[in-house]
C-alpha cells in the first residue's frame, strides 16, 4: 500500500464547477499535512496546511480526518488558473526535519 | 518574499562524473531538504538536514549521495559517480522552526525552483 494516495484524477471540469481532491495516509504517526500544487515542470508550491479543524482560504477548503487518516481539498468556483497537479504531502513523525511524502498527484484541468 | 534559490537549472554531465547541485535556503531556515522528481513520476523524498548533519534519508539516497552545508548559506547535493537513472529534476526545500516546541517537520517546506539534471 502506498504511503500517501490520491485520487488518480485526472479531473477536467468547467470553469465555475466545485471539485474536490481525496488522499489517505498509511503511517498513523504522521504529524502534519499539507496541499501543494505543481504546474507542469516546474516546483511545487504550497498551497495550504491542513488543520484538524479544517480550515478555509479563499476558495479552497482543506479537510482532515485523523481517525480515517483522510485528506481533502475542495475547490469551488474553479478558475483556468487553477489547472495544476494537486499533490498531497504528509510529514512523518521524525527526528528534527524528519520527511515528506508525497502523493502521486491529482491532474486538474479546468476549461472554458 | 524570500525564496529557496537553485543553481544552476540545468546540469548536462557525462554518466560517472561527479555532479554538485547548489541550493540557497531561505536565510532564517533551519532545516533543509533535497528531492527528486523523475519526468512524469511523483516527487520523492532524499535527505533532511538539521543542525549540520543528516536527520532523515531514504532507500535512493546511496552511498553516492552526499549533502553538505559548507559555509552557512549554501546547501549542496554531490552525486560521486553519475548514473542515466539519475536524470531527474532535483528540488531543494528548506523549512522555519516553528517555536520552542515545534519541529521543522510540523512547518511546511518552501521549494527552490529545482535543477534539471541529464545524464548522458
Known amino acids: 500500500r502506498k504511503e500517501v494516495e490520491q485520487d488518480p484524477g485526472p479531473f477536467n471540469v468547467p470553469e465555475g464547477a466545485t471539485v474536490a481532491f481525496n488522499c489517505t495516509y498509511s503511517n498513523s504517526a504522521s504529524q502534519s499535512f499539507f496541499w501543494y500544487r505543481q504546474d507542469c515542470r516546474k516546483e511545487p508550491k504550497l498551497l495550504m496546511s491542513?488543520?484538524?479543524s479544517g480550515n478555509e482560504d479563499g476558495r479552497f477548503t482543506a479537510q482532515l480526518n485523523r481517525a480515517s487518516q483522510y485528506i481533502s481539498l475542495l475547490i469551488r468556483d474553479s478558475k483556468l488558473s487553477d489547472s495544476a497537479t494537486y499533490l498531497c504531502v504528509v510529514n512523518s513523525r521524525g527526528t528534527n526535519a524528519g520527511k515528506s511524502t508525497f502523493g502521486d498527484g491529482t491532474t486538474l484541468t479546468v476549461k472554458p | 518574499e524570500p525564496e529557496v534559490t537553485q543553481t544552476p537549472s540545468h546540469q548536462v554531465t557525462q554518466m560517472g562524473q561527479e555532479v554538485i547541485l547548489r541550493c540557497v535556503p531561505i536565510s532564517n531556515h533551519l532545516y533543509f531538504y533535497w528531492y527528486r522528481q523523475i519526468l512524469g513520476q511523483k516527487v520523492e523524498f532524499l535527505v533532511s538536514?538539521?543542525?549540520?548533519?543528516?536527520?532523515?534519508k531514504s532507500e535512493i539516497f546511496d552511498d553516492q549521495f552526499s549533502v553538505e552545508r559548507p559555509d552557512g548559506s549554501n546547501f549542496t547535493l554531490k552525486i560521486r559517480s553519475t548514473k542515466l537513472e539519475d536524470s531527474a529534476m532535483y528540488f531543494c526545500a528548506s523549512s522555519s522552526n516553528g517555536g520552542a516546541r515545534a519541529r521543522g517537520s510540523n512547518q511546511p517546506q518552501h521549494f527552490g525552483d529545482g535543477t534539471r539534471l541529464s545524464i548522458l
Open positions: 538536514f538539521y543542525n549540520n548533519e543528516i536527520s532523515e
Open positions: 491542513v488543520y484538524s
